[in-house]
């Protein structure tokens, strides 16, 4: 054998013999899933929004630069000779990363008012008749 592969052969041998094993016979420690009341319900929007945000990120920007690209080749009168996989410019690059950056805040800030919307509906029908809910509880 080389010299590599027996100086890798014992840097494997020892870093599995210095991992810890996990024994068979205990109990088997698994987290437990996440309560709802564990975290504010504002912790919860954020964290929607954040999702929202980065998600949709990546499709504004595509529909962005495929509209960018369709206007600019409207604007050259349909010239035969522009094209649509031309080189950006770095100022064309800033628009739009810019434009892809705000439709996607508009999306999550749109999405985080309808949540509230109807998560207040909700809240409202069920406060608004609370006599039967508890008696149908009881029965």
């Known amino acids: ?58 499709l504004t920007y595509i529909m962005s630069s495929l509209v960018y690209e369709v206007a600019t080749y409207a604007g050259t009168g349909f010239n035969s000779e522009f094209s649509l996989a031309s080189e950006k410019k770095q100022d064309e690059l800033k628009f739009l990363l810019i434009t892809s950056a705000a439709l996607s805040g508009v999306i999550a800030v749109g999405d985080l008012i309808i949540a509230k919307i109807i998560k207040n509906q909700s809240r409202n029908q069920e406060n ?12």
Do not use: C
């Not at 080389?2 to 205990?26: D, F, H």
């Not at 608004?128 to 029965?139: L, M, R, T």
């Open 1 to 58: 054998m080389t010299a590599p592969r027996i100086i890798g052969l014992v840097l494997l041998l020892i870093q599995a013999a210095v991992l810890p094993s996990q024994e068979m016979n205990g109990p088997l420690t698994e987290p437990l899933p996440y309560q709802d009341v564990e975290f504010p319900e504002w912790a919860h929007d954020a964290r929607r929004f954040e999702v929202i945000l980065f998600g949709s990120f990546p």
């Open 128 to 139: 608004e008749y609370p006599e039967f809910v508890e008696e149908e509880k009881s029965e």
